[in-house]
């Protein structure tokens, strides 16, 4: 059915299309620009010329980034608060969201309120920060893995979604004789891979861009996320360190394309996942946020 | 930011009567369940719960050997010094201007951005405009930031466009002057949020019903009364909760992105009372201070969100809890 569009009406549309398309460039421009400098000459950008193609084209920087064994432990680190990390939010979040989506627990409006009053109110930062301190956490890798181990608000979207599954499918197991971990481990996780997927992209993009707990609560440098080190590098520009004992016209040359190399390489992971799991992540905000 | 609007619906005002043996028999036939739920209520307890109650320390002069319980007790001494500080005005003023502004400018433009999406119909630009427009919030703070520090120093993108249109003759180094800092702040802010913010009214748009705009078109509206009869009364009830929700955490700014950009020279439009409290508590270690400084904070949030729940409750009959 095609309706016959007014005068004005096709010059709104076509505004608006090209208004649209001039913000889908503001978007990825700036990602664009760091993209094609992470493989340009230094001074071509200090000079500005770079603006859509890569001048001078070289991988440089690239090397250097590689060679540096700082970024490859904080790389390893992140892997490992990414995949602890989401693996202890997915468990605490199910454990927590399972039971309270369950209409006859006696006590379940009392337990959620418990666990929703703490999404308004906080003790704030220094309590948190001398709890950590107090239950020994200061400087160990638990100090990024428990603190936040569980979000309030995706125990809620995960407790939206169980509530969706059939009460006889789970009446019928108990009547079988299935106790509840049997129930919620073969019955119902099977059916909620949508909402689990939502929930273990949200947590483990959340680990990944992590860094001010592992700013005030780590020491260790061998400790140290991927984030905090690129915040030394972008942040503190400590990028000259890195290249003791080059020369300096040439400790400028790299200098500079580092940082764009740097960003590429820590956000290469979500830019790839991303394309493919936009849907997701949109549905995981629709489930939360549109359930009237 | 996403809202779950039903979030506390569960907090059902209907507790049983009487504790009858039916309901201790129904507790016990669900004791697994009870069991599974411990770890997470543990949680809460170690990691929520108990920081509140570590909270007393901003009545109290804290020493870390003592421990909270055996540290003494100083009333509201630790307010009083931050209500008479030279600080108090400028971290409240400096608050509630960078979330006021953001409420101003990314508020409006996140809406209008839904809606011009709505209206476009070719489907395929639609969906790479979404997830275009998404994907900035997926991008780590520490690489916008940094991306920031670059764009805006001098002989930076922006410094040389500027430049190159004629709009300054000097560059501007942005981030040394106090005067451009929540400009940067709200700016960059927008950048981040705004394709996010707008799933929230594309949800609710999807949501009214296809019948009456085609009702409407049989009455021969065009498209700018669909708008206005149609679709802006369909979302509408969306827009007012997010924005008594914004105006209930009008002083409640987070301290990320802030501590990554602003540097002494700008603090005296860039500090917030949450990176006061980051500065105060966590690098000189003044602890009873900055967790009074904290909890006062704490405690305007919270009576703002209420606040705005009731008023949002009374004029639009939905509410967060």
């Given at each position: 059915?095609?309706?016959?569009?007014?005068?004005?009406?096709?010059?709104?549309?076509?505004?608006?299309?090209?208004f649209?398309?001039?913000?889908?460039f503001?978007?990825?421009?700036?990602?664009?620009?760091?993209?094609?400098?992470s493989?340009?000459?230094?001074?071509?950008?200090?000079?500005?010329?770079?603006?859509?193609?890569?001048?001078?084209?070289?991988?440089?920087a690239?090397?250097?980034?590689?060679?540096?064994?700082?970024?490859?432990?904080?790389?390893?680190?992140?892997?490992?608060?990414?995949?602890a990390g989401?693996?202890?939010?997915?468990?605490l979040?199910?454990?927590?969201?399972?039971p309270?989506?369950?209409?006859?627990?006696?006590?379940r409006?009392?337990?959620?309120?418990?666990?929703?009053f703490?999404m308004?109110?906080?003790g704030?930062?220094?309590p948190?920060?001398?709890?950590?301190?107090?239950?020994?956490?200061?400087?160990?890798?638990?100090?990024?893995?428990?603190?936040?181990?569980?979000?309030?608000?995706n125990?809620?979207?995960?407790r939206?979604?169980?509530?969706?599954?059939?009460?006889?499918?789970?009446e019928?197991?108990k009547i079988?004789?299935?106790?509840?971990?049997?129930?919620?481990?073969?019955?119902?996780?099977?059916l909620s891979?949508?909402?689990?997927?939502?929930?273990?992209?949200?947590?483990?993009?959340?680990?990944?861009?992590?860094?001010?707990?592992?700013?005030?609560y780590?020491?260790?440098?061998?400790?140290?996320?991927?984030?905090?080190?690129?915040?030394?590098?972008?942040?503190?520009?400590?990028?000259?360190n890195?290249?003791?004992g080059?020369t300096?016209?040439?400790?400028?040359?790299?200098s500079?394309?580092?940082?764009f190399?740097?960003i590429?390489?820590?956000?290469?992971?979500?830019?790839?996942i991303?394309?493919f799991?936009?849907?997701?992540?949109?549905?995981?905000?629709?489930?939360?946020?549109?359930?009237? | 930011?996403?809202?779950?609007l039903?979030?506390?619906?569960?907090?059902?005002?209907?507790?049983?009567?009487?504790?009858?043996?039916?309901?201790?028999?129904?507790?016990?036939?669900?004791r697994?369940?009870?069991?599974?739920?411990?770890?997470?209520?543990?949680?809460?307890?170690?990691?929520?719960?108990?920081?509140m109650?570590?909270?007393?320390?901003?009545?109290?002069?804290?020493n870390?050997?003592a421990?909270v319980?055996?540290?003494?007790?100083?009333g509201?001494?630790n307010f009083?010094k931050?209500?008479?500080?030279?600080?108090?005005?400028?971290?409240?003023?400096?608050?509630?201007?960078m979330?006021?502004y953001?409420?101003l400018?990314?508020f409006?433009?996140?809406?209008?951005?839904a809606?011009?999406?709505?209206?476009?119909?070719?489907?395929?630009?639609?969906?790479f405009?979404?997830?275009?427009?998404?994907?900035?919030?997926?991008?780590?703070?520490?690489?916008?930031?940094?991306?920031?520090?670059?764009?805006?120093?001098?002989?930076?993108?922006?410094?040389?466009l500027?430049l190159?249109i004629?709009?300054?003759?000097?560059?501007?180094?942005?981030?040394?002057l106090?005067?451009?800092?929540?400009t940067?702040?709200?700016?960059s802010?927008?950048?981040?949020?705004?394709?996010?913010?707008?799933?929230i009214?594309l949800?609710a748009?999807?949501?009214?019903?296809?019948s009456?705009?085609e009702?409407?078109?049989?009455?021969?509206?065009?498209r700018w009364?669909?708008?206005?009869?149609?679709?802006?009364?369909?979302?509408?009830?969306t827009?007012?909760i997010l924005?008594?929700?914004?105006?209930?955490?009008?002083?409640?700014?987070g301290?990320?992105?802030i501590?990554?950009?602003?540097?002494?020279?700008?603090y005296?439009?860039?500090?917030?009372?949450?990176?006061?409290?980051?500065?105060?508590?966590?690098?000189?270690a003044?602890?009873?201070?900055?967790?009074?400084?904290?909890?006062?904070?704490?405690i305007?949030?919270?009576?703002?969100?209420?606040?705005a729940?009731?008023?949002?409750?009374k004029?639009?009959?939905?509410?967060?809890?």
């Amino acid at each position: 059915m095609v309706i016959k569009r007014s005068i004005p009406e096709m010059i709104f549309d076509n505004c608006n299309v090209l208004f649209l398309i001039f913000c889908s460039f503001l978007f990825l421009y700036p990602m664009w620009y760091v993209l094609v400098s992470s493989f340009s000459d230094a001074h071509a950008i200090a000079a500005g010329e770079v603006s859509f193609w890569p001048e001078g084209f070289n991988v440089d920087a690239y090397k250097l980034v590689f060679e540096d064994q700082r970024i490859w432990t904080a790389y390893g680190n992140t892997f490992i608060y990414v995949i602890a990390g989401t693996f202890i939010n997915l468990v605490l979040t199910t454990l927590g969201a399972y039971p309270l989506s369950r209409k006859n627990l006696e006590g379940r409006s009392l337990i959620m309120a418990f666990i929703v009053f703490t999404m308004f109110f906080s003790g704030g930062l220094i309590p948190a920060y001398l709890n950590v301190r107090e239950l020994g956490l200061y400087d160990t890798r638990w100090a990024l893995l428990l603190p936040g181990a569980v979000s309030a608000f995706n125990l809620i979207v995960m407790r939206t979604f169980f509530q969706s599954i059939p009460d006889s499918l789970i009446e019928s197991a108990k009547i079988d004789g299935a106790h509840d971990f049997r129930i919620l481990l073969q019955i119902v996780l099977p059916l909620s891979m949508p909402v689990l997927a939502v929930m273990t992209l949200f947590y483990a993009v959340g680990h990944w861009n992590s860094w001010f707990p592992a700013m005030i609560y780590l020491q260790d440098r061998n400790l140290f996320p991927l984030q905090l080190i690129l915040r030394e590098i972008l942040i503190q520009s400590s990028a000259q360190n890195m290249l003791a004992g080059v020369t300096q016209d040439e400790v400028f040359r790299i200098s500079e394309s580092i940082k764009f190399a740097t960003i590429i390489i820590a956000t290469v992971p979500i830019l790839l996942i991303y394309p493919f799991l936009q849907k997701y992540f949109v549905k995981g905000v629709m489930i939360g946020a549109l359930k009237e | 930011m996403a809202v779950p609007l039903n979030a506390a619906k569960a907090k059902s005002r209907k507790l049983p009567t009487s504790r009858s043996s039916v309901s201790l028999k129904r507790m016990m036939s669900n004791r697994y369940l009870y069991l599974m739920l411990l770890p997470t209520v543990l949680y809460f307890l170690i990691f929520e719960y108990k920081p509140m109650y570590g909270a007393v320390i901003a009545f109290k002069d804290f020493n870390p050997f003592a421990g909270v319980a055996g540290s003494p007790w100083v009333g509201f001494k630790n307010f009083e010094k931050f209500f008479e500080s030279y600080y108090f005005f400028r971290l409240l003023k400096n608050t509630f201007l960078m979330s006021f502004y953001s409420l101003l400018f990314i508020f409006p433009a996140s809406l209008a951005f839904a809606l011009l999406l709505n209206e476009l119909r070719l489907k395929k630009l639609k969906s790479f405009l979404q997830t275009v427009s998404y994907l900035p919030h997926f991008i780590s703070l520490i690489v916008i930031c940094g991306m920031i520090i670059d764009f805006t120093k001098p002989g930076g993108i922006i410094n040389s466009l500027l430049l190159g249109i004629g709009f300054i003759t000097e560059p501007i180094q942005f981030l040394i002057l106090p005067e451009w800092f929540r400009t940067i702040y709200v700016g960059s802010g927008m950048w981040q949020s705004l394709g996010w913010n707008s799933i929230i009214y594309l949800a609710a748009l999807s949501g009214i019903n296809p019948s009456l705009y085609e009702a409407a078109v049989v009455d021969g509206a065009g498209r700018w009364k669909q708008l206005t009869h149609i679709t802006l009364p369909g979302i509408l009830p969306t827009v007012l909760i997010l924005l008594i929700l914004n105006v209930g955490t009008l002083l409640n700014v987070g301290w990320d992105k802030i501590i990554l950009l602003y540097n002494p020279g700008t603090y005296v439009t860039a500090d917030v009372i949450s990176t006061f409290v980051y500065r105060r508590g966590v690098m000189e270690a003044d602890y009873s201070f900055s967790a009074a400084v904290g909890l006062f904070n704490s405690i305007i949030n919270f009576t703002l969100l209420v606040l705005a729940n009731r008023i949002s409750r009374k004029t639009t009959e939905s509410s967060l809890w």
